[in-house]
């Protein structure tokens, strides 16, 4: 499985930005994508994800009403819309495949993809 993140940049606050994963080596159906986040030094944490299946989706609450997970079943390519941006979503932000709940309560993922950097700036 090989996950490819692209659209990061540099965007003031209040606006958006619109992230894409393409994602190949094998069919994604019956799985769950998703995107995860790293703000500068901090831990990644988890943001969103989709089930491939169903496109059904679930948010963190930081940014629930602000982002939205898609995906295109045609071009293998997940999608993270990225609105009304704050200062605390700038990191780099990973998609990734196979996402399975911890121990922990946190989301962990099989498959990851390299990040790409978003700035939010005041």
């Known amino acids: 499985v090989q996950l490819q993140a692209s659209g990061g940049g540099l965007v003031q606050v209040g606006g958006s930005l619109r992230l894409s994963c393409a994602a190949s080596?094998?069919?994604?159906?019956?799985?769950?994508l998703g995107w995860f986040r790293q703000a500068p030094g901090k831990e990644r944490e988890f943001v969103g994800d989709i089930d491939w299946t169903r496109a059904s989706t679930f948010y963190v609450d930081s940014v629930k009403g602000r982002f939205t997970i898609s995906r295109d079943n045609a071009k293998n390519t997940m999608y993270l819309q990225a609105n009304n941006l704050k200062p605390e979503d700038t990191g780099v932000y990973y998609c990734?495949?196979?996402?399975?709940?911890?121990?922990?309560?946190?989301?962990?993922?099989?498959?990851w993809g390299q990040g790409t950097l978003v700035t939010v700036s005041s």
């Open positions: 990734a495949s196979d996402l399975y709940d911890l121990a922990n309560g946190q989301r962990g993922a099989r498959y």
């Open positions: 080596g094998r069919r994604f159906d019956h799985y769950i």
